[in-house]
């Protein structure tokens, strides 16, 4: 049996102590005796939102199918554990084997948002490896960060010994023999990495010098050492139906965020939407096949036993085979008391059939993603959605019995103006109209219409990777001004108005547009006692501010400042395949609120036909 | 058809708590290919009623839930199914048919076996710690203060204390009236017994075992008399599944 890495004193005084014994359903067992490369898997965030991670399942599934390696988890300890570690100096283990996490050969780390940077540094500190690559031993574990973060990693470059760039499923292998054969010729962590930074998708900060100019943009990215490559290029997996997926993933005991099978049907998007960083970087779309899907979402229900399924996707209704594979999950689960859940569907006739199969209408509501609130605004985001869309979409569901509708909106977006932001609540009021309009009696009591808007954060790889963001005032006085329109509306109390805190949005704008100087300021947030900032009763913007300026870092710069063209941005480096040209012209066509075909309809000639295959290469005559 | 399953809870699982074992149950069904029973409508659950749920920390050896079933196989192939798709520390012992008119696991429970080990740190000072457990016991009332939500209130456990002792390598063991009328916990004996002997409790200081889980069987004559009430363990409800 298993001996647990903290005493049962400790697991008995803090908050659900199933977070750390690992030993859940399909956890993987090895004998050590038959592993060399032992590689600590990491999320840094707690233990619920963590074991809810799709990528994560699917890397340790992957890892630990290799020979010779064994996998093992890691997460962040909440607040209260994190406490007594430090006090009695207990150093963080692993999951599997509870063993320490410095004896491991790598850490690899996922890191899905800005909000976490300062958990790397605790899992860091708790595991007792220096905060700095440049400070760390020869056999401290290899630390490694992967994930969609790593599209701009320079403001935690100093914290990472290598970054994966792109999708995990192709280059680890080719990763760990390297590791492998330097132990065996003994050579040292410096010779690893070196030799690292020459494999495909791999970026090791320190081969790369940054030159600034004296208004603090950047003169010149390099690498500093021989063979060490100008630009990195991102990985991708192109036959998604012929590599690694889970069939047996991880069941937590504790309620998970995502307490179910998780189906990922295709990678990518087609839509271009200019905000969107999920949808430039994972270019081009790839379809899983439908045959795959079938065998796989059979046999991890068989194999978790969860009463819930979810396809995942950027936006599922761009699936080619999506009535079939619903027609089959629909067929296959019934009477199994199996759930479905179809997030980013499209509302249409197809989608509000399917709804009406699986979930409880009265219960559900109905989501649509505008973004912005008039037909202007949403030409310069590429948002394709028309009020007509959205109004047709309701009208079709308030028929059919739905009653609650979710509206979500981005605010502070380039060149918004007054009409707007009113808009936002103009098309709130049009839709709860709409309700009205089906005859008293026919009516399924009073609509509900949730308007939310989160504050527009410009991301690293997007058309509006140049724009400037608002200030935090000037955030929260266009909120008022949505809130006011908002008010004066006829169906007023048919809506509901939410905003996002625009204090957590300065800081991950600055966190997602900085440079290599920002990790002064993380590590200064850290110091002060800084975790968990993606958890609102922990992010502490004073904090944030006392950094900043304790490290003379002026945060104007890196958020409400506009960039020009031609500024060369810590990002650079990399090569995702959608080309710096083809962003500047989308940026362009932003501000001429000229809007541009999906890959489906047109292709943009992005730069993504360099990787030879995927939608790029499809119904193309 | 009603299923009553017993099953252990050891190791490292014992940090998992009730809430969570029953979602355990529910996902383990499924993995072993259980024919349970839905209720109807969208988010259909199913059927399961635990016997005397178990405190986060403690193991056992006497876990019970009952579930219901449209269809089933025989429980030596059961067991096996489900042991197949469990963990380690979660172990099926046992799966047999209840009546249909059987009470639920959850109300006729009235006593359980504990085993209390006191850790090494944590033991008596005092000395003849067997004589001085048998001398707690031979008091007529045992008279603590337990608090409320709203008061505190004095509470005789002697009565609940349906047997205990201690064996010769220091653990304790004890048959507590259990369930929701008198529900007694070990360690509020040891608590006792800890102040019995004048000294204090560290809250630490046991590892406690849960043997068995009993109920009351009571049985009737045709005309409804009750004709004898004994106290088995909550697998001999049921029959073994051929
Ligand atoms: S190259 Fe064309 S089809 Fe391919 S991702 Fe880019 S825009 Fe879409």
């Known amino acids: 049996m298993t001996n647990l890495a903290l005493t049962d004193e400790i697991l008995m005084s803090i908050d659900k102590p199933a977070r750390y014994i690992g030993q859940e359903v399909n956890m993987v067992k090895k004998d050590l005796n038959t592993v060399d490369v032992r ?36 997460y962040s300890p909440w607040t209260d554990l994190d406490e007594i570690m430090r006090k009695d100096n207990i150093p963080l283990f692993t999951l599997e084997t509870q063993s320490p996490v410095k004896d491991m050969d790598f850490l690899g780390i996922t890191i899905q948002y800005e909000m976490c940077y300062t958990n790397i540094l605790q899992i860091l500190d708790l595991s007792n490896i220096a905060l700095l690559a440049s400070d760390r031993a020869e056999d401290d574990p290899i630390v490694i960060g992967g994930g969609p973060c790593t599209y701009n990693p320079e403001p935690i470059a100093d914290f990472f010994d290598i970054f994966y760039m792109g999708e995990g499923e192709t280059q680890y292998q ?52 021989e063979g060490v490559p100008t630009t990195v290029t991102k990985e991708l997996v192109m036959d998604l139906s012929d590599t690694v997926y889970p069939e047996k993933p991880l069941v937590p005991y504790i309620k998970a965020t995502q307490d179910r099978v998780v189906l990922e049907i295709q990678r990518g998007c087609i839509r271009g939407c200019r905000f969107c960083q999920a949808g430039m970087i994972y270019r081009p779309v790839r379809e899983r096949s439908i045959e795959f899907l079938k065998d796989k979402a059979i046999k991890m229900l068989k194999n978790t036993g969860h009463e819930e399924i979810s396809l995942s996707s950027l936006s599922s209704s761009d699936y080619s085979k999506l009535p079939e594979l619903m027609d089959f999950l629909i067929e296959e689960l019934k009477g199994k008391g199996v759930n479905i859940s179809l997030p980013s569907l499209r509302v249409d006739a197809f989608s509000l059939d399917v709804m009406s199969k699986v979930q409880d209408i009265k219960k559900s509501s109905l989501t649509f993603a505008p ?183 002026d945060l104007d710069f890196y958020t409400t400042r506009q960039r020009n063209l031609d500024e060369i941005f810590p990002w650079d480096f990399i090569n995702t395949g959608v080309t710096k040209e083809f962003l500047k012209r989308e940026w362009n066509n932003a501000m001429n609120e000229q809007v541009s075909p999906n890959c489906k309809m047109k292709c943009q000639g992005c730069g993504a036909t360099m990787f030879k295959g995927g939608i790029c290469f499809e119904d193309k005559n | 058809m009603k299923i009553r399953i017993k099953f252990t809870k050891t190791g490292p699982i014992r940090y998992i708590g009730h809430l969570d074992v029953m979602r355990y149950f529910q996902k383990l069904n499924r993995r072993a290919d259980i024919d349970v029973k839905y209720s109807a409508g969208f988010s259909p659950h199913q059927i399961m009623s635990f016997a005397a749920p178990l405190g986060v920390g403690l193991e056992s050896y006497g876990e019970y839930v009952d579930i219901e079933v449209n269809t089933t196989i ?84 002697r009565p609940l204390i349906f047997d205990a002792y201690m064996d010769d390598n220091g653990d304790f063991f004890m048959k507590l009236s259990t369930g929701s009328a008198q529900n007694l916990k070990p360690e509020l004996v040891m608590d006792a017994f800890y102040k019995y002997l004048g000294e204090e409790m560290n809250e630490f200081a046991l590892n406690i075992t849960r043997l068995e889980v009993y109920g009351q069987n009571i049985t009737k004559d045709d005309s409804g008399n009750i004709i004898n009430t004994e106290i088995i363990p909550l697998e001999k409800f049921g029959e073994i599944i051929e």
Not at chain 1, 56 to 63: A, N, S
Not at chain 1, 196 to 210: E, S, W
Request: aromatic fraction near 10%.
């Open chain 1, 174 to 225: 080719a990763l760990i023999d390297l590791y492998r054969k330097n132990k065996a010729n003994n050579c040292s962590r410096n010779d690893f990495l070196l030799a690292a930074a020459k494999l495909p998708g791999m970026y090791v900060p320190k081969f790369y010098d940054v030159d600034y100019n004296e208004d603090g943009t950047i003169k010149s990215f390099m690498p500093n050492t």
């Open chain 2, 74 to 157: 025989s429980s030596k192939d059961a067991i096996e199914a489900l042991n197949a798709a469990s963990v380690e520390g979660i172990t099926v012992t046992g799966y047999v048919k209840l009546n249909d008119s059987a009470p639920n696991a959850m109300s006729c429970v009235v006593a359980a076996d504990y085993k209390v080990k006191i850790k090494d740190n944590y033991k008596p000072a005092a000395s003849n710690i067997k004589e001085a457990f048998e001398e707690f016991l031979r008091q007529s009332s045992i008279v603590v203060e337990k608090a409320t939500k709203k008061s505190v209130m004095e509470v005789d456990l």
């Open chain 1, 371 to 553: 973004e912005a609130g008039s037909q202007r605004m949403r030409n310069v985001i590429n948002k394709g959605l028309t009020v007509e869309d959205i109004l047709n979409g309701c009208s079709l569901a308030f028929n059919g019995g739905w009653n609650k509708v979710k509206l979500y909106f981005m605010l502070g977006l380039p060149t918004e103006t007054e009409e707007d932001m009113k808009a936002i609540a103009e098309l709130s009021e049009l839709v709860a109209e709409k309700y009205y309009e089906i005859p008293k009696s026919e009516r399924n009591g009073k609509v509900m219409v949730t308007a939310s808007s989160s504050f527009f954060i410009p991301k690293p790889f997007t058309p509006l990777q140049w724009a400037p963001m608002c200030s935090k005032d000037e955030f929260q006085r266009r909120a008022y001004v949505v809130n006011d329109r908002m008010k004066e509306m006829l169906n007023r109390k048919s809506l509901k108005y939410n905003y996002h805190d625009p204090d957590v949005s300065i800081i991950e704008g600055l966190l997602a547009r900085g440079d290599r100087k920002i990790s002064k300021v993380i590590m200064k947030v850290y110091e002060k006692g800084g975790i968990y900032d993606a958890w609102g009763e922990y992010f502490n913007y004073d904090r944030w501010l006392e950094a900043l300026d304790e490290a003379n870092i």
């Open chain 1, 39 to 74: 590689f600590a898997m990491c999320f840094p965030d707690v233990y619920e939102i963590a074991m809810s991670h799709l990528g994560i399942q699917i890397l340790y599934d992957m890892f630990n199918n290799m020979e010779g390696v064994y996998c093992e988890r890691v």
